[in-house]
């Protein structure tokens, strides 16, 4: 998902006026990565293309597609979404049978085509890409030392921590040599790899970013991707999860499985359940939208309300506002309109009123609103400054009550293995308490769901779960004090 622009005075802006002004995102948690891989089809780029197109939700900043032919591998990358950076043309440029691709939100490392993944490089045993999913917890000790070693890097992000450390392991092979620079690296990653012959799929040993294999219906190749909806666009059937640890190298001979990592248990991040993952894949097991519903049929046991109405924060809490209506037996309305053509850019009045920045995304609906008592739920509340904007949109529509709900616990830390959050301090949760957060975004009522509760919606805590954004229970060793955001530490060290 594109990292959110920031509002800026006329003053400020492009001299045509438009400004960047798109803090509705400030409630949401933005993943880093998607990745895709394609073996054995004779047009794997333009395979790989659609399900990057599947998984745009998972980075909108910029895009990437290597593709192996002949003993050779071909790039194309650029800033944007998917069908803006790649057309016919560029298709074209991208011969050959494997592919891997990426689309990207700028986390670890700017917002500059340099830092567009996949990686490609060529070393002394041939060409090798990669695609990268994650966060390395240890990427700035790691690039600090490499560099002492002389290592030149090209860009900021500690993907290419990876390629470096390849360089310099041993090994027969790409994938015991990808498995030795590994055991290097602290954190979470999902990667697919190309070389000239094979496609490598690699997930952390505890699983954190969701990475599965597929098969292509009609040319029996196979297909790694983030998520299974990707499979779906593609024309591929799922096959399985790759296993947290686990190394899969596909090649002509067919696919190989290893487990190169000591085994520590999965920790899936369980926030892909509540908001990163498309509502229609399937992570691990887990249907996503009907997890989303048991978590709203889970609030209101949690939180039942005297009230008229349920109405969502689109598009992030319509299954858990659903589910809720059913299990409370109140009507579901769509009482905010969202515009879902908005983009990065936008003239801004010289005049704008209250909450202008939400209104270009939101529109509040009276003639279902008014004189009602209103179940609003979302996702998360981050920041808080956009839920406040949103209930006072409720209220000028008319709206007797609103009663917030929230459809995961409070969030009360920052997420070191991938994930974009706000600073300890931003996190409106960390700082105050549910019922001060409800003074502060002016609802008549506020409830979070429970730990508990989203683990019984999503398989039970027995599966493995990241859950350090809400527990404080941090899995890997994190940077001191648990205070700053290591996606943003590499850029500091520079």
Excluded: W
């Excluded at 509040?364 to 996702?379: F, N, S, T």
């Amino acid at each position: 998902m594109s990292k959110p622009p920031v509002c800026m005075s006329p003053s400020e802006c492009a001299p045509t006026g438009a400004s960047l002004c798109a803090d509705t995102d400030d409630e949401h948690f933005h993943d880093e990565c998607g990745v895709v891989g394609v073996f054995g089809h004779p047009e794997a780029a333009n395979l790989t293309y659609l399900g990057l197109y599947a998984l745009q939700h998972r980075g909108q900043e910029s895009t990437g597609i290597v593709s192996a032919d002949q003993g050779q591998l071909h790039t194309q990358r650029g800033m944007g979404r998917v069908a803006e950076v790649f057309g016919v043309e560029e298709l074209g440029r991208l011969p050959g049978s494997q592919a891997i691709g990426h689309v990207r939100y700028s986390t670890a490392g700017g917002s500059v085509l340099r830092n567009t993944q996949p990686i490609f490089i060529n070393y002394r045993h041939g060409a090798f890409a990669v695609g990268h999913n994650g966060n390395l917890v240890n990427a700035g000790a790691l690039r600090e030392q490499l560099e002492r070693e002389g290592a030149i890097f090209h860009t900021d992000m500690d993907t290419e921590v990876i390629v470096h450390l390849l360089a310099r392991v041993p090994g027969k092979d790409a994938g015991e040599r990808l498995a030795a620079a590994l055991a290097q690296v602290v954190g979470a990653y999902s990667l697919v790899c190309l070389t000239e012959t094979r496609l490598i799929g690699v997930r952390d040993p505890m699983g954190f970013r969701p990475l599965v294999l597929g098969r292509l219906i009609d040319s029996g190749g196979f297909v790694l991707a983030s998520e299974t909806c990707a499979l779906d666009l593609m024309g591929a059937e799922f096959v399985r999860d790759v296993a947290p640890g686990e190394m899969v190298i596909i090649s002509q001979g067919g696919i190989e499985s290893r487990f190169p990592f000591p085994a520590v248990g999965r920790r899936m991040c369980v926030f892909e359940y509540i908001y990163f993952a498309r509502p229609d894949s399937v992570l691990d097991g887990v249907h996503v939208y009907s997890a989303r519903k048991r978590i709203g049929r889970i609030l209101a046991r949690l939180h039942p309300r005297d009230a008229d109405v349920v109405v969502p924060v689109p598009d992030s809490g319509v299954a858990a506002a659903m589910g809720y209506a059913e299990a409370s037996g109140l009507p579901f309305e769509l009482g905010l309109i969202r515009n879902h053509y908005v983009g990065r850019t936008f003239i801004q009045p010289a005049q704008r009123g209250r909450d202008f920045s939400v209104k270009v995304k939101l529109n509040a609906q009276p003639e279902i609103l008014k004189g009602k008592r209103v179940i609003l739920v979302d996702d998360s509340i981050v920041r808080g400054t956009t839920s406040a904007k949103i209930v006072h949109l409720i209220r000028a529509a008319g709206a007797k009550e609103v009663h917030f709900l929230v459809s995961s616990p409070p969030t009360i830390g920052p997420c070191y293995y991938g994930i974009d959050t706000p600073d300890r301090a931003q996190l409106i949760a960390a700082q105050h308490s549910v019922d001060e957060v409800r003074k502060m975004i002016g609802a008549d009522s506020l409830g979070y769901l429970s730990l508990d509760a989203l683990f019984e919606a999503v398989g039970g805590r027995a599966l493995g779960f990241c859950d350090a954004c809400f527990s404080d229970d941090y899995p890997l060793p994190t940077p001191e004090g648990h205070g700053t955001r290591q996606l943003f530490l590499m850029k500091e060290l520079r």
